[in-house]
């Protein structure tokens, strides 16, 4: 029985009772006190009539809402690129499978079809908005609210990186990316950060990251390129997007050798100048000996000297020679290890300038390579939601700031019906592996349990009910009303 059948039950007795009171409230002495009394008591008694007539209203609305056929359950909203096609396929292959009807109308006319009672089930990536939850309550319709995953935006710079901060707002991301943006450098305000040349980048319009950053970040219902900087990267995918961050893998090996190879090319230095050091000591030892010979010739001096002065000449010759071969290899070596440095330095310097490029990519993307990208925490503009990381947590629970929660929304009256709560049950048992297949951000084991209780009777389902000023997703209400 909904929450507006149970309130028209009051009994009779008690609307005859204030009536008697308000006349009774008629008659009073009129002093000033009395007469206040008498103002209150009467507010209460309009108060009381004006909810005993809206009860009514939305009771005969209730009943006038269309009946759902038994073994059939409608879909409608944002379905096509969705869980749900999968879902029901696999769904449809389970033995007394309800018949699922499907339709791909949109959020907005989903919303309105099921406050109107027409089908049972919303996919969205939105929640209802405070107007179309107002909708269902006007013919007593409660809403109840499933996540089956998430999806989120990671901006990220390259690992191992430093601009001067490791947080920005939702406003400064907008400011990165938004047509017309003047920022080149990571110190310019509204940053602030440090001096670091500044490129963007990210996906092109096929990717589904790039309509979501588009809608959510930059405020585009349509999302195309001209509603980014002029210079903005648009690379092909999210590879190509990745490399822009990082540089290709080649490069960054090739910087990574740059150590050891500086070393290598200061130790093969050392033996070039210690090679060019023992030629120049043979060559002077070899003109000494030259000079000591000739001059034992002129002063004619004994055989046995000549000989030992032409010795000596013969190991100058012969270390001249050694030295000559050593700086011969020592000058190729240098040669070969001073290229090597050279391409090293410059991959190092080409691949150091990777400093300040940013892109954003789906968190699915970059959960595979989050040892090479390096994620901003995101604070919302009314710095409510201060610094939060991008994890499955903060993503599927809605605290960080560029994610959205994948729904299926319903309400009670179609909780009750037996295929509803079947089909939903086999929708959220298969909700994180095809959260993974379709590189999405799949639930915690906890939140499955919970909304499982929802449909097999164990906890009460709770009640959505938006919140206009909330700087987190709204938060359900417990339900007087079990599933079954």
Not at 55 to 82: C, F, H, M, N, W
Not at 120 to 137: G, I, K, N, T
Not at 168 to 189: F, K
Request: proline share 5%.
């Amino acid at each position: 029985m909904t929450r507006t059948r149970s309130l028209l039950a009051r009994p009779l007795a008690a609307s005859l009772a204030v009536a008697a009171v308000s006349l009774g409230l008629l008659t009073a002495c009129s002093d000033p006190s009395q007469e206040a009394t008498d103002t209150v008591s009467q507010d209460q008694a309009d108060a009381f009539r004006e909810n005993k007539l809206r009860e009514q209203d939305i009771a005969k609305a209730y009943a006038a809402l269309p009946t759902r056929p038994t073994g059939v359950v409608d879909v409608d909203g944002s379905t096509s690129g969705s869980m749900t096609p999968t879902e029901i396929g696999r769904y449809e292959t389970t033995t007394d499978a309800a018949q699922i009807n499907v339709a791909d109308n949109g959020e907005d006319q989903a919303f309105q079809e099921l406050c109107a009672g027409r089908i049972d089930l919303v996919d969205s990536a939105r929640p209802m908005s405070r107007a179309e939850w107002e909708a269902c309550q006007a013919v007593g319709l409660d809403v109840v609210q499933f996540q089956v995953a998430a999806e989120a935006i990671v901006v990220a710079i390259k690992s191992e990186t430093d601009v001067g901060a490791d947080c920005l707002t939702v406003d400064q991301v907008r400011d990165l990316y938004r047509a017309g943006s003047p920022l080149t450098n990571w110190s310019q305000e509204p940053l602030g950060l440090d001096d670091v040349p500044l490129k963007v980048g990210g996906p092109n319009p096929d990717n589904n990251g790039f309509g979501f950053f588009g809608r959510y970040v930059l405020g585009a219902p349509e999302p195309s390129q001209v509603d980014l900087r002029s210079d903005y990267y648009l690379a092909e995918n999210d590879e190509q997007a990745r490399q822009f961050v990082v540089g290709q893998r080649n490069l960054g090996l090739r910087a990574a050798r740059f150590d050891d190879v500086s070393r290598r090319r200061a130790q093969v230095n050392q033996a070039l100048q210690d090679a060019r050091m023992e030629m120049a000591a043979a060559r002077t030892e070899l003109s000494i000996a030259l000079a000591e010979r000739a001059k034992g010739i002129r002063d004619e001096r004994p055989l046995a000297d000549k000989r030992k002065d032409q010795r000596r000449v013969d190991a100058a010759y012969t270390r001249r020679s050694a030295a000559r071969v050593r700086l011969n290899a020592a000058e190729l070596r240098y040669r070969e290890v001073n290229t090597l440095y050279q391409s090293t330095d410059h991959a190092r310097r080409l691949y150091e300038s990777y400093r300040g490029h940013v892109a954003y990519f789906r968190y699915s993307y970059y959960e595979l390579f989050e040892d090479q990208l390096r994620p901003f925490e995101i604070t919302m503009p009314d710095g409510q939601r201060n610094c939060i990381f991008p994890s499955q947590r903060t993503i599927t629970s809605g605290e960080y700031p560029l994610a959205r929660q994948l729904l299926i929304t319903t309400t009670t009256r179609s909780l009750v019906r037996n295929e509803v709560r079947d089909f939903l049950g086999h929708y959220i048992d298969n909700a994180q592996n095809d959260a993974d297949t379709a590189r999405l951000v799949a639930l915690p084991n906890e939140t499955v349990r919970i909304q499982q209780a929802w449909l097999n009777g164990d906890q009460a389902p709770l009640l959505y009910v938006p919140d206009d000023n909330a700087t987190s997703p709204s938060q359900p209400v417990p339900s007087e009303k079990p599933a079954r």
